[in-house]
């Protein structure tokens, strides 16, 4: 009866030691959204280990942005610009959006919305551009660790207008959204 005794303690120790073998394996656990979240586990040991984790820095799109409207004047009889602070012959400046990030393209929403007196001057403002309510991609360029990626975006007004239009001032109320493009 000692025996079997002596035999069953001596199994049940080598069964404790083949169990603390096997979680000596390493394992990984991954449960960050940005990422993973690594753990590392060695078991009891008399001898030297090396453990190995490796860590996401994971750093969101940022940005810094100004926006600018920019007036403008038609002469009523001819439907011709008089002046404007921006013009081309594409049209007159109307608003400008200046983006600063630390990544080389950003996401922005244009939208309009235009009050003032009665008469159809928003036939003459459909062909703004970026055209109305349009969402687009804004490269930027440049860009290093000490100077951020840099772009404008600008809304050019028509260079005519119908004529005859009603007098008076027209408010072009422009909203740019900017959505930063994180893909984790």
Known sequence: MKKVLILSVIAMLALSVM??????????????????????????????????VYSVIGIEQGFVATATSYDASFCGATGNPLNSSAYSSDGYLLASLSVESNMATITVGVSYTLTGP???????????????????????????????????????????????VAAGDYKLATTFTITPQNTF
């Not at 690594?38 to 008399?46: D, K, M, W």
């Not at 036939?123 to 860009?143: E, F, H, I, Y």
């Open 19 to 52: 169990a603390l073998a096997s979680t000596a394996n390493a394992h990984v656990l991954s449960n960050n959204p940005y990422g993973s979240a690594n753990l590392v586990q060695a078991g009891p040991t008399c001898s030297s280990s090396s453990l190995t």
């Open 118 to 164: 009665t008469g159809d001057l928003t036939g003459d403002l459909s062909g703004l551009n970026p055209s109305n309510n349009s969402s687009q991609v804004l490269p930027l360029t440049d860009g290093s660790l000490s100077t951020p990626w840099s772009g404008t975006l600008k809304v050019i007004g028509p260079s005519h207008i119908q004529q005859w």
